[in-house]
Each structure stands twice: as structure tokens, then as C-alpha cells.
């Protein structure tokens, strides 16, 4: 028997996330095994009008093309993804396959090779969705191999996802709605401010905001959501940050990040486990060693780290700062083949302030 919440979140996805309409090109990715899934949400896009490409992967393929790719097929650009990134109009990514350390016995530098290649459709895609001339959304197939990942069964993991998606409530757009509400009076506060100090364990870090615009996430481009996030000002981040969880990246994890930044730049980076990882992806290039976001999780619903970032960036009582590119609608222009998201807990004795005033202490908005 089918679970109605599969049919729910497709609707959700198609009519609220992606808002799509009638002519939209709009293209489906996604693991085999998330076949249930694509189909619903496949039905929903022909329903709305719109023409539907799927492009639906099999286990394994990213593994055999980085143990077998020469450097010419690892920095190889396909003409059909630059015309692709002109034409789409709206694109949902589903994650989930059935292996989630398939990657991990691959060289960092041969990843970080092929992000850096990529880097030009990746700035495309962006500013095509700034423009709203292209609409996206990321959201995951509960299976398996992530349910395992979190330590939970697959019923529990299901059940997981599909509350912090909203779609165990009789009316989840609602309930979105809601959220973006709440969120809109805390970037309001922060949208006059301009210094930005985040303090916690071993953490004191100060970025610019001046000018720059935080964005409410409540369902549209990441699905479950709950953050606010802006892009500061390039060279401005100073201090030192410890992240809380590990860092993931291609399925690797990298335990006990410790980032010093200076003039905006990385200038020391250690980490427990995972280091070569780390120093390969900030040495990728020039905007790799800056901080492309930096983000404060709203989503009170979801308290427990999964080791999947769609999540656990959105953890209520905790903030992440990304290394990388910066989202263009927050008027950041750093640029990177990475967009990297490390979370930092700050539900014990962390605290951040904005322009000398506090506002969020030990988890928790003061405002």
C-alpha cells in the first residue's frame, strides 16, 4: 500500500515550493530508489501543465567516474548542461540512494577538481534563480541507507521526515506559511544591522552584514526548511569558529572543524578526522576560503543530527556558517566551486549578538 504522505509532499513540492505553472520546463533528479517519489511528483507536474524531464541515476555511477576518470573527463563540461542551465524554468532534487559512504574512498583533490570545472554553471544556475527566472527545490526520500545513517529504523525515519516537511498536518502549505511569518519579524530586526558576533565553544566570530540582504527560507528552495541566512561582506569574517557536528561532504565526514579567519579568509584550518578533506576543498580555490553564507536554524521541530545537512542546518538552536559561494539574492558575490554548510550548536552557553545587542542566547530568539 502506497503512503499517502508521498502523494502530500508532491503536491506540496509542485504547487508551493516550485509554484509550477503551465509551460514550465521542469526536470525531476533523483536515485531509482526514490522511485516512488518521482512518480508522484511527475503526475503533479503533467497535471499542472508543465513538461516534465526526469533524470533518474542508478547506484554506483559517481564511484566508477572518479576512480576511472583522466583529468580531461574530470574537468569535462557537457555542452547539454550549459543549454540545459538556459532552459529549465523549475527543477526538484531528491536525495537519498542506497549507499551512503559510497564515496568515501575517493580522492578529495579528483572531487574537488570537477566542482571547480562545474563552477560556471553553478554561478549560472544561481543567477537565473535570483532572477526568479528559474525556480528550485531539494528534498529526500526517506530509505534505508539514511535511515541508517541517523540510527533509526526506516519507519522512524520516515515518520522524521515527513513531520519536519509538515506533511503529517491536515494542510502543510499552512503550516509554511506560518514559518515564514514568524521568521519575517526576526529578519526585519537583523535586516538594519550591520556587525554580526556569534560566541559559543571555542567560537568568537564577527562578520559584516552592512547592505546585504537576509533571506526567509520557509519551504520554497529546501524542503524541510527553517533558516535565515545572508552573505557577508567578503572580507570581513574575523575570529574563530568550532563546529559542533561533522561536516559532510560527498557522503565523508569531517569531525571537530576548527576554522581561524582573518580579513575574511581562512588562515588556519584543523580538523580531528577527515583533515585532508578539508584542506583540499579550502584549497580549491580562491573563494573556498571565504565564507559564503552564514545562517541561523529556526526549525524547532527538528532536534536531532542525521549526518544530512538538508536537516541538520535546519536544527532549531543552532547556526552554520558555509564556506564558498555565496546565494546571490543575499547580495553576496563570493565565488566558489563549493558551497560547503558546517552546523555549530549553540543551545549551551552559546550566544549572538548584532550591532553590541543580544538577541539569541542558548538556542533561543530574545526578540
Avoid at 68 to 84: D, H, I, N, P
Avoid at 115 to 143: D, S, V
Avoid at 222 to 236: A, H, Q, R, Y
Avoid at 347 to 353: P, V
Wanted: aromatic fraction near 8%; hydrophobic fraction near 40%.
Amino acid at each position: 500500500m502506497n503512503d499517502p504522505r508521498v502523494e502530500k509532499l508532491a503536491k506540496v513540492l509542485v504547487a508551493y515550493s516550485l509554484g509550477l505553472r503551465r509551460g514550465d520546463v521542469f526536470i525531476i533528479q533523483g536515485m531509482d530508489v526514490a522511485a516512488p517519489l518521482i512518480k508522484a511528483i511527475y503526475r503533479e507536474g503533467m497535471q499542472a501543465g508543465a513538461h516534465v524531464i526526469t533524470r533518474v541515476s542508478v547506484e554506483g555511477l559517481d564511484e566508477i567516474f572518479y576512480k576511472e576518470a583522466s583529468e580531461e573527463q574530470l574537468t569535462y563540461v557537457s555542452e547539454l548542461r550549459r543549454f540545459e542551465v538556459e532552459k529549465i524554468t523549475a527543477t526538484v532534487s531528491l536525495m537519498g540512494g542506497y549507499n551512503v559512504k559510497g564515496l568515501t574512498g575517493i580522492d578529495p583533490r579528483r572531487m574537488a577538481m570537477t566542482q571547480k570545472a562545474n563552477l560556471e554553471i553553478m554561478r549560472r544556475f544561481m543567477e537565473r534563480a535570483a532572477k526568479g527566472e528559474l525556480r528550485w527545490c531539494g528534498t529526500m526520500w526517506p530509505n534505508h541507507a539514511s535511515a541508517q545513517e541517523a540510527e533509526m529504523s526506516l519507519t522512524e525515519y520516515e515518520d522524521f521526515v515527513y513531520k519536519a516537511c509538515f506533511v503529517d498536518k491536515p494542510d502543510p502549505v499552512a503550516e509554511w506559511r506560518r514559518v515564514a511569518g514568524e521568521q519575517d519579524r526576526i529578519v526585519q530586526f537583523l535586516s538594519a544591522k550591520k556587525m554580526i558576533r556569534v560566541e559559543g565553544q571555542d567560537t568568537d566570530l564577527t562578520v559584516n552584514v552592512t547592505g546585504r540582504k537576509w533571506i526567509n527560507c520557509a519551504g520554497e528552495e529546501n524542503m524541510p526548511d527553517g533558516e535565515i541566512f545572508t552573505g557577508p561582506i567578503e572580507d570581513s569574517a574575523k575570529g574563530r569558529i568550532r563546529y559542533t557536528y561533522p561536516a559532510i561532504y560527498g557522503s565523508k565526514e569531517v569531525v571537530d572543524v576548527r576554522l581561524t579567519f582573518k580579513e575574511g579568509k581562512v588562515v588556519e584550518a584543523n580538523a580531528a578526522k577527515g583533515e585532508d578533506l578539508l584542506q583540499a576543498m579550502i584549497a580549491m580555490d580562491e573563494g573556498a576560503k571565504c565564507i559564503g553564507e552564514f545562517a541561523i536554524g529556526t526549525n524547532y521541530g527538528i532536534q536531532r543530527f542525521t549526518k544530512n545537512t538538508l536537516f541538520d542546518e535546519k536544527i532549531g538552536g543552532t547556526m552554520h556558517v558555509a564556506l564558498g559561494f555565496s546565494i546571490p539574492e543575499s547580495g553576496g558575490v563570493n565565488q566558489s566551486g563549493i558551497h560547503w554548510d558546517m552546523v555549530c550548536d549553540l543551545k549551551e552557553g552559546g550566544r549572538i549578538t548584532a550591532d553590541g545587542e543580544k538577541f539569541y542566547e542558548d538556542g533561543k530568539f530574545l526578540i
